[in-house]
Structures are given as C-alpha cells and as structure tokens.
C-alpha cells in the first residue's frame, strides 16, 4: 500500500454541521469520552445558515484516529457534515479575560506598554480591578498569564476555540443538496473517497 | 350474552381532536405494526389506555420484564424484517430496556421504543419513577427523543420509523412525557417520513469504486467472500447468491450472516472467527482478494488485527461509511447498500470457477473433521455432547427451523452445527453477546414467523436469567421449542479458566433447578433425559407437540469448544484442540 498516514498527533480543528436539537451535544461529546479521548476544546455557535448549528472541536490526534472520528459524529442522525483540519488550513482564534488590580496597572507604566505590545484591550476599569482582553492563538493568550503574573493577576479565562476553514465556500450550497431527496455527489464529498482516487490504481 | 365484535379506530379526518396517545397508535398502524412487546406502568398508562380501543390492529404481548420485551422485539424483527416496536414505563421499566437497546445497536436490528415519562413539569425534580432517560440512552440508540407537546407525536414517530428501518437499521426511543400522551390536539393525520435532510440512510454508489472492485476480483486467483448480517438487513440474499455462483469465490459467514446462503450451498465454505471453522480461518490469511461484504470486522472475527490478511487486497461493501477502514484497511470501499451495489459489480465480474481453491478449503474441512467435528457429532463418548444434539435436531427439521441461540458454548456449537436452508432463520446475540437473549428473542421471533418451528437453543446459564418469559409463553399460547444444553456449568467462562487461567473453575459451577418442574407450573410440557438412545425421541417430542415444549438435555460437563483463534492470536494460529 502506497499510502502513509502520518503517525505524529497534532492538533485537528473538527468543524460539524448540526440541527439545532437537545442532547446532540450529548451525542457528540460521548463519541469522544467512551474512547477515552480528551476534547481540547468545543464551542458551539450558530453558522452561515439560520437553523443550523456549528460546532468547533480541537483534539490532539492521529489523522487516522481524528478520520475516524470524524465519521462517527457524521453518523449521527442530526449531523449534516463533518470536516477536520489541521490548524494551518484553519483560520483560528480564541479570547482570553484577564482580572488585574487597577492600581497596578495604574502606577507601573511597564504594564501598560506590555498589554499594549501584546495586544490587549481594555474591557472595563473600575476602582479595584481592570478586565483585560486578547484575542488570538493559544501561544499569545498563554503569553500574557505570564507576563500578568508578577503584578497580580486575580482571574484568567480563555474561550473555546472558534476557526473557519480556509478553503470553504461554507454550507449554503451543499445544504440545498441535502435537503433534496436524491442528492448529487456533493454530499459524498469526502476526505477519504478524495485521497482515495491517489491512492488506488490498477 | 353477546359478544361485540372489537373495532379498531379508523383513522380519524383531519382536525380531529386525539390525545396524545391515540395519535401514537394510530401512526403505529399507518406504519404496519402489528405486534408490541410491553409492560404497562404510571407514567405509560394514558397509552395503555388508549391502547385497549385498538386491541384488533395492535396486538399486544404482555411480557415479565422490560427486557423480556426488548429481546422478544429483537427476535421479531430479525425473523420478520420489520420494525420492533417496545412499550415501557418510566423508571425503572425504561432502565430495564438497556440491555437490549445496546444489543440491538450493535446487531443493528430496526426497534422502535416507546418510554412513558413523568409530567414535563416535574422533569428534572426526580419525581416519582423518574429517571434521565435520554441521557441513558443515548450511547444505546441511534437516535432518541423526548415528547413534551403532543402535536410532535406524528412526526417524530414517523421519522423514528424511518430512522430506525432504514440504511444501518437499529434501536430508536421515543420518551414521551405523560402530559403529551394525555393532551388533545387537532390531529393533522400521519404521514411516514421518508427524507431528513441531516441524515443520508444510504451513500451514493460511486461507480468507479464498483469497477476497481471487479477488476480485482477478475485478476484474483484465491479470492474470498466474507459475508455479515447486512445481505439479510438489505434483503440481499439473491443478489448474494447470483454474485456468488458467476465468480464462483468460496464464502464463509459471520455468526450475524449465518443463514443469508444455505448452509449446504456448495460455495458456503463455513464460520470464520474464534470459534469458527478452520478453513475459513486460515484462508484469511492465505487469500489474494479479500471481499467483505455486509459485515464489520469484529475483533471475534478477526483476531490479531496486525496479523489479519496482509497478504490480500481488501474490498469492503459496507452501507454505514463509518465501518470502512475501521478495523481493516480497505483497498477499494463500496459504500452502499448490498442490494444496489451487488448486481452492478456481478455486471462487471468475469464468470469463472475456483475449483482448485474450493478444493483447498475442503481440505482444511476435512482436517476439522477428522480433530473435531466426527467426535462432536458422532461422539463415541458415553455422554452426550451439544453437538450431537444439534445434528439430531438437523435430521429431524431438516434445516427447515429457525435456531435462536443464547450466549456460551451452546451458541458456538449451534451456529457452526445447525443447518439453515432460510435467511433469517440464525438468531443469536452476536456483537453483545446477551445471556438471557434466546428465551425472549424466540417469543418474538415465532410471533414475527407464525408458520415457522422456532427452536430456542440455551445454556443452563442463560436459561435462569430471563426464565421469567416462560409466564409470556404461558399467557400468549405461542409456540416455543425450548432446548435447554445443560452441562451444569457457565461453560463457556469455564472453558477459558480451564484453557487461560489453570483450571482454576472459579464460580462457574451452576446449579439449575428442576425445568420440568418449572416448565409445569407455567403449563409447558417438558421432558429432562440423559441418555442418548432417548434423543431422538424426545427431540421428536419437543417438535411434534402441538404447543410449547421445553426439553433439557444432560450433557457432557467439561467439553470445550474447537476449533479456536485464542484471544490476541492471528486467526492463522487456529487450534483444533
Ligand atoms: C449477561 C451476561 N453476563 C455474563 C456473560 C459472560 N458469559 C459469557 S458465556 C457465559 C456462560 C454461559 O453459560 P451457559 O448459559 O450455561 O452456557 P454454556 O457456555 O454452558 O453453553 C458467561 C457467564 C454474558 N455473556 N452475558
Ligand atoms: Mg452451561
């Protein structure tokens, strides 16, 4: 066999198409626990389409593993589609929160310039504390933890992680295949039957 | 006195006010069912209620435990085809249905439950009999959904049929909230649904991939058919057969596919897996094409994965995507449905013979004979052995019976001895291996195959754990063969302690009491014997008598069961003793 699946884990951004209905996170969330594996990170949000629901969901796996996966969620009645990426074909971010006490942040100028240089936003000051914000990839959020740190940083929350498929033209079109009876090939549309075609020849 | 005649309900004129529970039933008639399998509680009385005004369409089985009722569905559908449809209450009636929900997941068999719930009100106040049970069952079914309102009862009922029958049939629940049973609504009639827009029963056929599979096949010179449960699920059998008999491959059977070709057909070369025959074991790893069709690669199937038909090119025919390249790695996927993709690659396959491979496997035959089979069948023992009852039992139907088996040493020996002429006539708890499956699964399958002899084939195990159903037997007047293979032991637990574990026998010793006693009190004749020269007689016995009858046989304590791929072994590493 010609074809060598890459052995190394790495991150995988899991985009799914759902209906809008009660307990399908459930659903969803179990294909993962019953193997054991750990979710990295899952948001659900509306997507592109009324009525239709996205969820993103980072894992840390084999491409193998991550493919098969992928297959479980499609199985599921409500899932419309799945697709998974590696982070380079992905544009992703996440926001992180950061509690600091205001007097610090007022007195040391350092502190300003670091939040600046990092590219925080200021949400609210009051007397006591300034809420701070990021947005960005995991490394720069995790970033200003660190340089926080030292002057007192009371609370720290980070988001799941959203991301958009680079080469997407979205769900519009496909949905409308779906919702025909007898749909076109498009709905097969499919990582595997793709790197299929390479891979097999007579 | 009078007798009214019993009419059921015609189906009501648009905007009609129905309960709840009147719309159910009348959407379970629109939907051809004709049997439920049930056991009433609080929380599902409204139903119930409704249920006595349609006692001419809807036959209902009273059962002794919701498990009873799972399993009885199950046989029903498998020996009919149809969709098995279950009532039970909250609670506990609906924890009760575990089991045989995961039982149905995994052997894929169409069922549609029905679960009272207590009041949408008191949801999450763990009220009386409450229990989470979407959240219970949700790893157990295909698909599941709570009622609350009662206009959603049409059409998450039709869409609960359709799901459940179609593409890679299985389990669905429907937990409906005792209000929504009880409330009235304009009935806006019931219409079957046959398209959801997220869910795509049956993956296109891709027509390139059904070319590169016949090319394959045209070049093979040791091809191999392995078949599953899916020619039966996609009522495929002849589809099969003609495949079959143009490329003239050898094919061997999943215990879930037993039946779907003549057990006599020339072509049918026997079992694969841990218990299965050694031929077809050892071919695994012998042949140059490997086609699998309708079945998953369990690992009972495969054995040691790493060590499973390198040397062969692999074509899976699958109708669920999620089964390719799970467990094997496949050179050309043919999704779809067997019963499409099966004539179009029959198309493109060249007409030939493998005479000389056949022959091989009947060499492999003949060594299993000469170590196993001959001693089994024929034994020269003083004791009797299960598979010589099952030889008799052959003689005796002919083939003719459907052989509904339970978990353990009895269920191996049955499914490699019994001879099926039918589809659908092999029923047996294969990818969860149930104890307790077979008594139930048989009341079910006899009400799905009224004209057919159903013979239950248990262990002394299993026998006590759904024993219950004999009280189901009792009441229904259904006609059950109840053959009981008793080596007085958990035989098949006792079998790997002997083999694996140093004969250490720890708790497999069970006692059983006495069945014709017990069969008695539920009005069920019933004979014990111990010799061989009563065998046939009182195989005959059972069979001819124009009811139920449970007949146990004594048989020998400590047989074991070959051959056998012990677990974590290649299948080529089969051993026949
Ligand atoms: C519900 C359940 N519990 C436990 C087991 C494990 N188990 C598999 S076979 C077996 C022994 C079955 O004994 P018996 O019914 O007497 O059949 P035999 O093997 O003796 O033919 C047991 C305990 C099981 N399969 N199912
Ligand atoms: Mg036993």
Redesign the interface.
């Known amino acids: 066999?010609s074809e060598q699946a890459p052995i190394e884990r790495q991150e995988y951004n899991i985009t799914v198409y759902?209906?809008n209905q009660?307990?399908l996170l459930?659903?969803i969330a179990?294909i993962f626990s019953?193997r054991k594996m750990n979710i990295e990170s899952l948001n659900t949000s509306p997507s592109e389409i009324e009525g239709i629901h996205r969820f993103n969901i980072v894992i840390h796996e084999t491409e193998e593993v991550v493919?098969?996966i992928a297959?479980?969620i499609?199985?599921q009645?409500?899932?419309?589609k799945v697709y998974f990426n590696t982070n380079e074909d992905v544009i992703w971010q996440e926001m992180a929160l950061y509690k600091v006490p205001t007097d610090i942040v007022a007195e040391k100028a350092k502190v300003e310039r670091l939040l600046r240089e990092n590219g925080a936003r200021v949400v609210v000051i009051r007397k006591d504390y300034t809420v701070f914000e990021t947005t960005g990839h995991r490394e720069e959020t995790d970033n200003l933890i660190k340089i926080l740190q030292p002057f007192g940083l009371i609370e720290f929350v980070r988001s799941a992680r959203i991301a958009i498929i680079k080469d997407s033209d979205g769900f519009n079109r496909k949905?409308r295949e779906?919702?025909r009876?007898e749909?076109g090939?498009d709905?097969?549309e499919?990582e595997?039957?793709n790197s299929?075609e390479k891979v097999?020849t007579? | 006195m009078l007798t009214q005649e019993k009419q059921a309900p015609a189906l009501p004129e648009t905007d009609t006010q129905l309960s709840g529970s009147q719309a159910l039933l009348h959407g379970f008639v629109v939907e051809g069912v004709d049997t439920i399998f049930g056991y009433p509680g609080g929380a599902i009385m409204p139903i119930y209620d409704a249920l006595y005004d349609f006692e001419c369409d809807l036959k209902h089985i009273l059962v002794r435990h919701e498990q009873g009722g799972i399993h009885a569905a199950q046989g029903y559908a498998r020996s009919s085809g149809k969709v098995g449809v279950v009532f039970a209450t909250s609670g506990p009636g609906a924890t009760n249905l575990v089991t045989g929900l995961a039982d149905a997941l995994i052997d894929s068999t169409p069922l549609v439950c029905i679960t009272g719930q207590v009041f949408a009100h008191l949801l999450g106040t763990d009220a009386f009999q409450e229990a989470d049970v979407?959240?219970i069952t949700?790893?157990v079914t295909?698909?599941?959904?709570?009622v609350t309102d009662a206009t959603e009862i049409p059409e998450v009922l039709a869409k609960a049929f359709h799901?459940a029958r179609s593409g890679r049939p299985g389990p669905v629940l429907i937990d409906i909230t005792k209000n929504a049973q009880l409330q009235k609504f304009a009935f806006q009639g019931y219409t079957p649904c046959?398209?959801?827009?997220?869910?795509?029963p049956k993956?296109?056929v891709?027509k390139e991939?059904i070319r590169?599979a016949a090319?394959?096949i045209n070049k093979a010179k040791k091809p191999f058919v392995l078949w599953g449960q899916g020619v039966m699920l996609g009522s495929a059998e002849q589809e099969f057969k003609a495949f079959l008999e143009k490329t003239g491959i050898p094919a061997a059977w999943t215990i879930m596919g037993a039946g779907a070709l003549p057990t006599d057909h020339p072509q049918n070369v026997g079992m694969l897996g841990m218990h299965g025959n050694y031929g077809p074991n050892v071919m695994t790893n012998e042949c140059d094409v490997l086609i699998a069709i309708g079945m998953r690669f369990d690992d009972r199937v495969t054995g040691r994965l790493d060590k499973y038909a390198k040397q062969a090119q692999v074509i899976h025919l699958d109708i669920?995507?999620?089964e390719?390249?799970?467990n094997v790695?496949t050179?050309?996927?043919v999704?779809g449905d067997c019963k499409e993709t099966l004539p179009l690659l029959t198309q493109m396959v060249e007409t030939k013979q493998h005479t000389e491979w056949l022959a091989k496997f009947r060499e492999f035959e003949q060594k299993e004979i000469d170590a196993v089979i001959r001693e089994e069948l024929f034994p020269t023992s003083e004791e009797m052995t299960m598979g010589e009852v099952i030889q008799q039992l052959n003689e005796l139907t002919k083939g003719e019976a459907i052989i509904v088996t339970d978990v353990g040493q009895h269920q191996m020996v049955a499914c490699r001895y019994a001879k099926l002429n039918h589809t659908r006539s092999n029923i047996t708890s294969g990818g969860l291996g149930t104890m307790g499956f077979a008594l139930p699964a048989a009341i079910g399958a006899k009400f799905g195959a009224p004209n057919r002899t159903v013979v239950a084939v248990i262990g002394d195990g299993g026998m006590q754990m759904t024993i219950q159903e004999l009280g189901t037997i009792m009441q229904s007047g259904i006609d059950v063969k109840i053959l009981i293979l008793n080596n007085q032991f958990l035989g098949m637990v006792r079998q790997w302690q002997e083999l694996f574990h140093e004969r250490r026998y720890s708790f497999v010793d069970i006692t059983s009491p006495d069945y014709v006693q017990v069969a008695k009190g539920y009005g069920i004749p019933g004979r014990s014997i111990n010799q061989r020269e009563n065998l046939v007689e009182a195989l005959q016995q059972m069979l001819s008598n124009p009811g139920s009858f449970l007949l146990e046989v004594m048989v020998t304590k400590e047989n074991n069961v070959f051959p056998m791929v012990p677990q974590g072994c290649s299948v080529s590493e089969i051993r026949l003793k």
């Open positions: 066999m759902t209906e009660i307990g459930n659903r179990m019953r493919s098969k297959r479980q499609e199985k009645v409500e899932v419309l949905l779906f919702e009876a749909p090939h709905v097969v499919n595997f039957l299929r097999f007579m | 979407i959240g949700t790893p295909k698909w599941n959904y709570q799901i046959d398209h959801i827009r997220s869910y795509r993956p296109i891709r991939y590169q090319e394959l669920d995507p999620a390719i390249d799970k790695k050179t050309v996927p999704w």
